[in-house]
């Protein structure tokens, strides 16, 4: 492991001198066992020649002569071969350096180029490549540095454009947020003069509304009521109804509506017979069914009157002509259920019909609001509701809660 550890993080320089060394040391070992087998052969060869012209070995003179000449001769020829050796060796080192530099300055050139292309759009000429193979490689690099220069490029203008259209978009809003603020600022002003126009409009009509009630109950204390009397006096009414949810809309959010002990009894009789004549005029009756007990409950009278006044003119408006409103409070446990039922027309989404401005009926006059201000008072002060229609009947009922339970 450690051995190809090494080996992973050898350079090209450092690769070149252990090749030269490695070649170097077998020329070494090549040249000692060439010479070792030629010291061989010319002693094989010697006592052959001895052999053959029939010399012994008591022939010293002779014999250290011959070796004496085989010695010259096997120095000159080791010498010849390890000269020999080193010139080879020496033109190789020389090749090999060569084409070392000249990889090492291909090697330098490419690192140069990547080293240099983080910030630079700079090409590689391929004439100062040798190798081929690295001209291959320098067509690839430059396409590859074109390439990106391209991409580069097309992104900048991108953004630029991206940048020209955020600015045309950021200036787009900024306009149309003005004119929103503008439009909202009017519109501020437009509600508020609403309101105030609401309120003087309230005002102003609570009084003559109250002369033409009080004028036509002393004219009908002088003088019996005929039909068109009846009448003005269902109109009047009817508009006193009207009026009052107006002025509970208008001052809802400024007045705070304190609540008393009622009655629950009494006062729905007498909202009853308030609208008794509104409702024979419609050719529709009322038919109260008291509690056995008197039903007190802690509750604003003017969100009471509100809630009773409009289940009842709702009741007036749909039911049926010539049918009955059957109008009934008894005590449920520690409750006070209030319920109006009459037959009419099936409501067909009883959830939607307390939506403000929805009307299933939309030849009857109204602006829907009647129903929706029931409910959002109902919501406020825990008042159950429930409604229900079908072909016999259709009922709003109401459940409050009864004082000393």
Do not use: W
Not at 125 to 130: L, P
């Amino acid at each position: 492991m450690k051995i190809k550890s090494l080996f992973q993080n050898i350079t090209i320089k450092q690769a070149d001198v252990f090749t030269i060394l490695v070649i170097f040391l077998f020329t070494m070992v090549f040249v000692g066992l060439l010479v070792e087998e030629m010291y061989k052969e010319y002693e094989r060869a010697l006592e052959q020649s001895y052999i053959a012209k029939n010399i012994t070995l008591s022939d010293s003179d002779i014999l250290e002569q011959n070796q004496k000449k085989l010695k010259s001769l096997l120095i000159k020829t080791v010498l010849a071969i390890v000269t020999l050796s080193f010139i080879i060796f020496a033109i190789f080192l020389g090749l090999n350096t060569l084409f070392n530099k000249l990889l090492q300055r291909d090697t330098h050139t490419f690192l140069d180029f990547f080293k240099k292309a983080v910030d630079k759009e700079e090409t590689i000429n391929s004439n100062t490549i040798f190798f081929q193979d690295f001209k291959i490689m320098v067509g690839y690099a430059n396409e590859m540095v074109r390439k990106i220069n391209e991409q580069k490029n097309i992104l900048h203008e991108m953004n630029l454009s991206l940048e020209e259209r955020v600015k045309k978009k950021t200036a787009d809003l900024l306009r149309i947020n003005e004119n929103l603020q503008k439009e909202k600022e009017f519109s501020q002003d437009l509600l508020k003069a609403q309101k105030e126009f609401l309120r003087y409009t309230v005002h102003e009509t609570n009084t003559p509304l109250s002369v033409m009630l009080t004028s036509i109950e002393l004219y009908v204390m002088k003088h019996p009521k005929d039909r068109q009397l009846s009448k003005i006096e269902a109109a009047v009414k009817n508009i006193f109804s009207i009026y009052d949810d107006l002025s509970y809309l208008v001052k809802k959010d400024q007045v705070e509506y304190k609540k008393t002990v009622i009655n629950f009894n009494n006062f729905l009789n007498s909202r009853i017979d308030f609208f008794r004549e509104v409702a024979e005029l419609s050719l529709i009756h009322f038919n109260y069914m008291p509690p056995n007990e008197d039903l007190h409950v802690h509750f604003n009278e003017t969100k009471l009157q509100r809630v009773i006044d409009n289940t009842l003119t709702n009741a007036i408006k749909y039911t049926l002509p010539n049918q009955v409103v059957y109008v009934k409070l008894v005590k449920v446990g520690t409750h006070a259920e209030f319920s109006v039922s009459s037959r009419s027309k099936i409501i067909q989404d009883t959830q939607k019909v307390f939506e403000a401005y929805y009307r299933e009926e939309k030849k009857i006059d109204g602006f829907g609001l009647g129903l929706r201000l029931v409910k959002s008072i109902c919501e406020e002060e825990n008042v159950e509701v429930k409604l229900t229609s079908n072909d016999s009947l259709t009922t709003f009922s109401y459940k409050f809660k009864v004082m000393g339970d």
